[in-house]
């Protein structure tokens, strides 16, 4: 590692820590998850407005749009549950009809 790469854990509940520079969902056990890339967009997104639910809109606009893709509100579903399997911990909450927060 160089000297500048700083090492981001972002402790996000019970135990469970997201480390960014690695890209991993880590578990108080220890295991590692790694996420792709939209899991990882997703979940940054959600720790930046973790005290505001995330609407649909913006989730498509950082994660889809930005990659000159169109998303589905299925597309939507099937990132958020991929990436709440790779946690025991379940920390991410739809707020129906609106957009998904870290609860």
Do not use: C
Not at 73 to 94: E, G, Q, V, Y
């Amino acid at each position: 590692k160089h000297a500048n790469e700083q090492i981001v854990k972002i402790d996000i509940k019970d135990g469970l820590v997201y480390d960014k520079s690695a890209g991993t969902l880590i578990t108080n056990n220890d295991v590692a998850n790694e996420l792709n890339k939209k899991e990882k967009a997703l979940l940054e997104i959600l720790l930046e407005n973790k005290k505001n639910p995330t609407s649909y809109f913006e989730l498509e606009q950082k994660i889809w749009t930005a990659n000159d893709e169109v998303m589905t509100l299925s597309a939507l579903r099937t990132l958020a549950t991929h990436l709440r399997k790779k946690s025991p911990i379940k920390f991410i909450k739809n707020i129906s009809g609106s957009g998904y927060i870290i609860n």
